[in-house]
């Protein structure tokens, strides 16, 4: 995974992206995670890409017993001990394959569109499965595979069309799994593309029992605040999964 | 289910085209429906939408103990006993809505390239579960979620377009589930769009384990045979379910 959000001027940029409360993550990402979130009461929780932490602060405010806090990004960590600290969360700068080292289990491993930024993503669940406590969940989103799989180019920068008054995105390389470059925030960010069926077999392979798939959809009052959510129906940004140990 | 292939007209333009061996079916669907095939020998076998019958004379051929192949078409049950007719197989005209009228269980429910004109999925896999013995197989072929998203119409009849030099499919209504409409031989086909999410969840929810899903993709030889193949890589035509209860 490489480590955008400690170039200092990606850092701010998306920290004002962040600050504005009428993006993606605030209206479409986190009312499905919620929505699709197990119960937190007394439960021992581990975050994987944790950013500036306000999930963390969340999970202990709806009960949770503790939070191991992690990201690859220091400035992300020191962010997160500054606006969202808490005595029963403990933040640590920790790179997603790294995350054998814990010593420690857990009842939920919860990330939050992280996980297209991993190569390895068989090893990344076994060392997940390994973290979890019998009968554990894992929960995560990442950016759908119906979205990593374009490339955007210099020449193909308009990525969608109108036909006859009917909205199309452009397609391809879906069977061409791995690495896809873009440009975001004036930086290079290399994420990897894999199929939805990779997706089910790398669970499956690993040993985890999938309880729920779900794409990303936008509410009526998300389109209302930003109306080009409504092409969620046409191409969900993100997918979610819901797994058990 | 509509059944064009009792549209006699629709049925021979049909046949013709499956009589040439340089199609889909032959040289990417079969192969791949054949390497997911639990081992069949001695088990008894359930096949819905059999067409012509050409799977269950090889399914005996490959020492299964019987087979009990359906068709919603007249048509193709009465081709399929005139060039496939064999002691252990009875050719049956079912719909497969109809399916929990059977009163028999078996090892494997084997279905190719029908479960896409079902509009309820999760009442047929129910029935199918119902119909299999304890650790049975489900295994089908269905057109990918990637390909029914798209319904053609008189305005984007063009659906791919090459922008400097790089193919792209247009794509759209990835969320938007149900009916969708083409003409195909000149007759109205409806089938039904579900997402990958969907089709997990309703697995899930109808209590199978699912073991592998498979995009379809073309080998070095069926490119060879139909270079317009090689854009399985940009949208796979098909999709695979392996799953048992």
């Given at each position: 995974?490489?480590?955008?959000?400690?170039?200092?001027?990606?850092?701010?940029?998306?920290?004002?992206?962040?600050?504005?409360?009428?993006?993606?993550?605030?209206?479409?990402?986190?009312?499905?995670?919620?929505?699709?979130?197990?119960?937190?009461?007394?439960?021992?929780?581990?975050?994987?890409?944790?950013?500036?932490?306000?999930?963390?602060?969340?999970?202990?405010?709806?009960?949770?017993?503790?939070?191991?806090?992690?990201?690859?990004?220091?400035?992300?960590?020191?962010?997160?001990?500054?606006?969202?600290?808490?005595?029963?969360?403990?933040?640590?700068?920790?790179?997603?394959?790294?995350?054998?080292?814990?010593?420690?289990?857990?009842?939920?491993?919860?990330?939050?569109?992280?996980?297209?930024?991993?190569?390895?993503?068989?090893?990344?669940?076994?060392?997940?499965?390994?973290?979890?406590?019998?009968?554990?969940?894992?929960?995560?989103?990442?950016?759908?595979p119906?979205?990593t799989t374009?490339?955007?180019?210099?020449?193909?920068?308009?990525?969608?069309?109108?036909?006859?008054?009917?909205?199309?995105?452009?397609?391809?390389d879906?069977?061409r799994e791995g690495?896809r470059?873009?440009?975001?925030?004036?930086?290079?960010?290399?994420k990897y593309h894999r199929t939805?069926?990779?997706?089910?077999?790398?669970?499956?392979?690993?040993?985890?029992?999938?309880?729920?798939?779900?794409?990303?959809?936008?509410?009526?009052?998300?389109?209302?605040?930003?109306?080009?959510?409504?092409?969620?129906?046409?191409?969900?940004?993100?997918?979610?999964?819901?797994?058990?140990?």
């Open positions: 995974m490489n480590n955008v959000y400690d170039n200092q001027e990606f850092f701010e940029q998306y920290q004002s992206m962040r600050e504005d409360k009428i993006n993606a993550n605030n209206l479409i990402e986190n009312p499905i995670m919620i929505s699709m979130l197990p119960d937190v009461k007394g439960k021992t929780i581990l975050d994987l890409g944790c950013g500036d932490g306000n999930m963390d602060i969340r999970f202990i405010k709806m009960g949770a017993k503790s939070v191991l806090a992690t990201d690859i990004s220091c400035n992300m960590i020191e962010e997160a001990k500054k606006v969202n600290g808490d005595k029963n969360i403990e933040y640590k700068v920790l790179r997603m394959e790294d995350i054998s080292n814990i010593n420690q289990k857990f009842d939920i491993v919860y990330s939050s569109l992280a996980f297209h930024y991993i190569e390895d993503f068989d090893k990344l669940l076994n060392d997940i499965y390994n973290l979890l406590n019998p009968n554990g969940y894992l929960i995560y989103s990442q950016e759908s119906i979205n374009f490339e955007p180019t210099k020449e193909n920068s308009e990525s969608k069309m109108i036909i006859n008054g009917k909205f199309y995105y452009l397609f391809a879906y069977n690495v470059h873009l440009i975001w925030n004036d930086v290079d960010v290399t939805y069926a990779t997706i089910v077999n790398s669970l499956v392979k690993n040993k985890f029992k999938i309880i729920e798939m779900k794409d990303s959809y936008a509410s009526e009052e998300a389109i209302k605040l930003c109306p080009k959510y409504v092409r969620q129906i046409d191409k969900p940004y993100f997918t979610f999964v819901l797994a058990q140990k």
